[in-house]
């Protein structure tokens, strides 16, 4: 081996051993760095003309366990889920309130009937007929606040997510830009940790935010995908797009989130036509969605079961009774039924005019029985022919008005004891709304007591714009209903239709007249959104979506819009708390001001059964109001003790897996320092050997001389 041989030798071991102590330094400043893997120096001997010349660096490797980087990734994405599920479900925990705390809903909901219960000694007390309307008043009041604040969860949630995407889009690009540094470097065998390290922190990062997969090129790049395998970047760069509403109500229609692929030269974005919603399986994003789509909505359908509930039980017992002195005028709710609908009712009612002191002026009793087949206007005539000069009634734009001539006098129905008048479950007065102690903003009921046979009555060319949706908010499929034939039958033919939604449900009319929808197998979780309605039932106003509820938020958007019926709350002597006697003949008394059998009945709401339908994660049960506010209450606090339990079980699992990839790939400190040690020694005997060549050189020279 000639000097110069012995030079370039020693020179290689010099930077050899210069780079693995630069590689140990770099180790060494991130022995704290959380998910950070060790740096790893692979020599290699250096041959020319086949004999050994010194030594190269073959690679510097990052330090890593595939099996153990995407068991972190899966934890990280469940961990990411919970954790923000359960801030979410803790927010909504200290909105509703424990179910024994003194002040939540539970609490208005028992004040309600203490205050009630207090009528029924004495009915004619002015305190405590103001107590009573004031309880009802605020529990209306708590029930749209919680109503809100569930709304306003679900816009947070969506803004977050909104959020979300743009941190997925920012570490997409991010790795998209690292992928092809990472492959030139590595076809020139360059130092690739170092972008390597920080595309494995951004892959962690974006495991957090969604679970992904993650896929080996082959030539130093990364793919990825969701864990069902959609592609979010593979040679291309995808982004994700979605535009959160600004203000969300139950009947939002919230945008999917678009994947767009990116032009590689212009930047410009192009929907691909696929959506992510339904593809999510963990993450930050799924997190959010579900509560979005599901957890929230869930907890605002349940708690529009018990507004329902409460305002028709009320409402059942109000009607059935009169204010002393009768009101002048009654007015109904707005029904969407037409003067020419079939009324639909059986058994029997009495209309009568009183005057002050409850002495019948006028009455008559309207048999249904006997009126087979007949209209909402032949009732309405015969009200009339029965009430003659006494007072008039009058069906317009889908709203019963019966008043009483006459100063002072006012106007009483009842039913008959022996055979109660009925449609779809309601005495008249009830149906149509004409003595509510409970006003809605919202149709609370949605048995209309149609049947298949009858005209639809809506207009011709109206049209319902729908779509079927999934519970992860994926589009099924979308039709829109146009109004055409003449009954109701018509009407459930075409959406039982090939051409309309027959292959996803069957509609059907029950023998309530409720429009009912049925998934058909394989779409259990099949939800109908009305994007838009413009059909309108015989000019009253009211469109097909309103008149059946077909939309999903239909039973959510109950409990947003309660309150004590006006006249009611200004004066609590309008509380109907008197039982008409429909014996009485006239000038005889039918009302009396002491009688507190209203009082009594609206007291005993507060032990009765009532049925509930199925309503959110609720199955269709029969309880008392109170019961079923405990369902509610622990139905959410069920859903928060879910979280908490998936929360402690994907940290425990990520801290496990992180722990077993740090004791992998991370720096152990004793280790590095004896690398240290070992090069510090290796470059130091390089060096004596590059002094001891140079010393030989300057012999050499000197007896040259």
């Given at each position: 081996?000639?000097?110069?041989?012995?030079?370039?030798?020693?020179?290689?071991?010099?930077?050899?051993?210069?780079?693995?102590?630069?590689?140990?330094?770099?180790?060494?400043?991130?022995?704290?760095?959380?998910?950070?893997?060790?740096?790893?120096?692979?020599?290699?001997?250096?041959?020319?003309?086949?004999?050994?010349?010194?030594?190269?660096?073959?690679?510097?490797?990052?330090?890593?366990?595939?099996?153990?980087?995407?068991?972190?990734?899966?934890?990280?994405?469940?961990?990411?889920?919970?954790?923000?599920?359960?801030?979410?479900?803790?927010?909504?925990?200290?909105?509703?309130?424990?179910?024994?705390?003194?002040?939540?809903?539970?609490?208005?909901?028992?004040?309600?009937?203490?205050?009630?219960?207090?009528?029924?000694?004495?009915?004619?007390?002015?305190?405590?007929?103001?107590?009573?309307?004031?309880?009802?008043?605020?529990?209306?009041?708590?029930?749209?606040?919680?109503?809100?604040?569930?709304?306003?969860?679900?816009?947070?949630?969506?803004?977050?997510?909104?959020?979300?995407?743009?941190?997925?889009?920012?570490?997409?690009?991010?790795?998209?830009?690292?992928?092809?540094?990472?492959?030139?470097?590595?076809?020139?065998?360059?130092?690739?940790?170092?972008?390597?390290?920080?595309?494995?922190?951004?892959?962690?990062?974006?495991?957090?935010?969604?679970?992904?997969?993650?896929?080996?090129?082959?030539?130093?790049?990364?793919?990825?995908?969701?864990?069902?395998?959609?592609?979010?970047?593979?040679?291309?760069?995808?982004?994700?797009?979605?535009?959160?509403?600004?203000?969300?109500?139950?009947?939002?229609?919230?945008?999917?989130?678009?994947?767009?692929?990116?032009?590689?030269?212009?930047?410009?974005?192009?929907?691909?036509?696929?959506?992510?919603?339904?593809?999510?399986?963990?993450?930050?994003?799924?997190?959010?969605?579900?509560?979005?789509?599901?957890?929230?909505?869930?907890?605002?359908?349940?708690?529009?079961?018990?507004?329902?509930?409460?305002?028709?039980?009320?409402?059942?017992?109000?009607?059935?009774?009169?204010?002393?002195?009768?009101?002048?005028?009654?007015?109904?709710?707005?029904?969407?039924?037409?003067?020419?609908?079939?009324?639909?009712?059986?058994?029997?009612?009495?209309?009568?005019?009183?005057?002050?002191?409850?002495?019948?002026?006028?009455?008559?009793?309207?048999?249904?029985?006997?009126?087979?087949?007949?209209?909402?206007?032949?009732?309405?005539?015969?009200?009339?022919?029965?009430?003659?000069?006494?007072?008039?009634?009058?069906?317009?734009?889908?709203?019963?008005?019966?008043?009483?001539?006459?100063?002072?006098?006012?106007?009483?129905?009842?039913?008959?004891?022996?055979?109660?008048?009925?449609?779809?479950?309601?005495?008249?007065?009830?149906?149509?709304?004409?003595?509510?102690?409970?006003?809605?903003?919202?149709?609370?009921?949605?048995?209309?007591?149609?049947?298949?046979?009858?005209?639809?009555?809506?207009?011709?060319?109206?049209?319902?714009?729908?779509?079927?949706?999934?519970?992860?908010?994926?589009?099924?499929?979308?039709?829109?209903?146009?109004?055409?034939?003449?009954?109701?039958?018509?009407?459930?033919?075409?959406?039982?239709?090939?051409?309309?939604?027959?292959?996803?449900?069957?509609?059907?009319?029950?023998?309530?007249?409720?429009?009912?929808?049925?998934?058909?197998?394989?779409y259990s979780n099949a939800q109908i959104h009305v994007v838009s309605d413009s059909t309108n039932r015989g000019g009253t106003g009211v469109n097909f979506n309103s008149?059946?509820?077909?939309?999903?938020?239909?039973?959510?958007?109950?409990?947003?819009?309660?309150?004590?019926?006006?006249?009611?709350?200004?004066?609590?002597?309008?509380?109907?708390?008197?039982?008409?006697?429909?014996?009485?003949?006239?000038?005889?008394?039918?009302?009396?001001?002491?009688?507190?059998?209203?009082?009594?009945?609206?007291?005993?709401?507060?032990?009765?059964?009532?049925?509930?339908?199925?309503?959110?994660?609720?199955?269709?049960?029969?309880?008392?109001?109170?019961?079923?506010?405990?369902?509610?209450?622990?139905?959410?606090?069920?859903?928060?003790?879910?979280?908490?339990?998936?929360?402690?079980?994907?940290?425990?699992?990520?801290?496990?897996?992180?722990?077993?990839?740090?004791?992998?790939?991370?720096?152990?400190?004793?280790?590095?320092?004896?690398?240290?040690?070992?090069?510090?020694?290796?470059?130091?005997?390089?060096?004596?050997?590059?002094?001891?060549?140079?010393?030989?050189?300057?012999?050499?020279?000197?007896?040259?001389?």
């Amino acid at each position: 081996m000639t000097l110069s041989n012995i030079l370039q030798t020693a020179y290689t071991g010099i930077s050899a051993s210069q780079t693995a102590l630069r590689s140990v330094s770099n180790n060494i400043a991130n022995v704290n760095t959380s998910g950070y893997s060790r740096e790893q120096v692979m020599f290699e001997a250096q041959a020319y003309g086949g004999n050994v010349a010194g030594v190269k660096i073959g690679q510097i490797r990052r330090v890593t366990d595939q099996f153990l980087e995407k068991a972190v990734y899966s934890a990280g994405a469940d961990a990411g889920r919970y954790s923000i599920m359960q801030q979410f479900h803790d927010r909504l925990q200290g909105f509703i309130g424990a179910s024994d705390s003194k002040s939540g809903l539970g609490a208005s909901l028992n004040k309600i009937f203490t205050s009630i219960s207090t009528l029924t000694a004495n009915a004619g007390d002015a305190v405590r007929r103001q107590g009573a309307v004031d309880s009802l008043d605020r529990f209306a009041e708590e029930v749209e606040a919680l109503a809100e604040q569930i709304q306003a969860l679900r816009a947070d949630a969506s803004n977050q997510a909104m959020e979300t995407v743009d941190s997925v889009n920012d570490l997409l690009a991010r790795i998209h830009e690292l992928n092809p540094r990472i492959v030139a470097l590595k076809v020139t065998n360059g130092n690739t940790s170092a972008l390597e390290e920080q595309r494995s922190q951004a892959l962690e990062q974006l495991s957090q935010l969604m679970d992904i997969r993650t896929i080996d090129a082959g030539n130093g790049a990364i793919h990825v995908a969701t864990s069902s395998g959609t592609t979010l970047l593979d040679h291309s760069l995808y982004q994700l797009d979605y535009p959160s509403p600004g203000t969300v109500v139950p009947e939002t229609n919230f945008s999917q989130i678009r994947i767009m692929a990116v032009h590689v030269g212009s930047g410009v974005k192009t929907d691909t036509g696929k959506v992510l919603d339904g593809d999510l399986a963990g993450g930050r994003l799924k997190g959010l969605l579900d509560m979005r789509d599901k957890e929230l909505p869930a907890v605002a359908s349940s708690l529009g079961e018990l507004a329902r509930a409460f305002t028709e039980e009320l409402n059942a017992v109000h009607n059935a009774n009169s204010a002393v002195p009768a009101p002048a005028t009654l007015s109904g709710r707005q029904t969407g039924l037409l003067g020419t609908d079939r009324h639909g009712f059986t058994g029997a009612s009495t209309f009568a005019v009183v005057d002050q002191a409850g002495r019948v002026v006028a009455s008559t009793t309207v048999d249904f029985d006997a009126l087979p087949g007949g209209s909402i206007n032949d009732v309405v005539a015969q009200i009339n022919a029965g009430l003659g000069s006494a007072g008039s009634a009058s069906f317009v734009n889908g709203q019963l008005k019966i008043t009483a001539s006459g100063a002072g006098n006012g106007i009483a129905v009842a039913d008959d004891p022996a055979n109660a008048s009925d449609r779809a479950g309601k005495g008249f007065s009830h149906f149509f709304g004409l003595n509510d102690l409970i006003a809605s903003r919202y149709n609370t009921h949605f048995a209309t007591g149609v049947a298949g046979t009858d005209n639809h009555g809506f207009a011709a060319g109206g049209s319902v714009h729908m779509e079927i949706r999934d519970s992860s908010n994926r589009i099924i499929t979308s039709y829109t209903l146009t109004m055409a034939g003449g009954s109701f039958n018509d009407i459930l033919a075409d959406l039982n239709s090939p051409a309309g939604l027959g292959n996803y449900m069957t509609f059907s009319l029950d023998t309530q007249g409720q429009l009912v929808s049925t998934p058909k197998p394989g779409y259990s979780n099949a939800q109908i959104h009305v994007v838009s309605d413009s059909t309108n039932r015989g000019g009253t106003g009211v469109n097909f979506n309103s008149f059946f509820g077909l939309d999903r938020s239909a039973q959510a958007k109950i409990a947003g819009g309660l309150s004590v019926r006006s006249d009611i709350a200004s004066n609590p002597f309008n509380l109907a708390l008197a039982k008409y006697d429909t014996a009485a003949v006239a000038g005889g008394v039918a009302l009396g001001v002491g009688d507190q059998r209203g009082a009594n009945a609206l007291f005993d709401i507060s032990t009765g059964k009532f049925s509930f339908g199925k309503a959110g994660d609720l199955s269709a049960v029969s309880a008392t109001l109170s019961e079923y506010m405990g369902l509610v209450v622990g139905d959410a606090a069920m859903k928060a003790q879910r979280t908490d339990a998936g929360v402690a079980d994907a940290v425990t699992l990520l801290t496990t897996v992180s722990q077993r990839r740090d004791d992998h790939s991370g720096v152990n400190l004793d280790e590095e320092l004896s690398n240290m040690i070992v090069f510090q020694n290796s470059y130091n005997a390089a060096a004596r050997l590059m002094t001891t060549a140079k010393e030989m050189y300057d012999t050499l020279l000197s007896v040259a001389q």
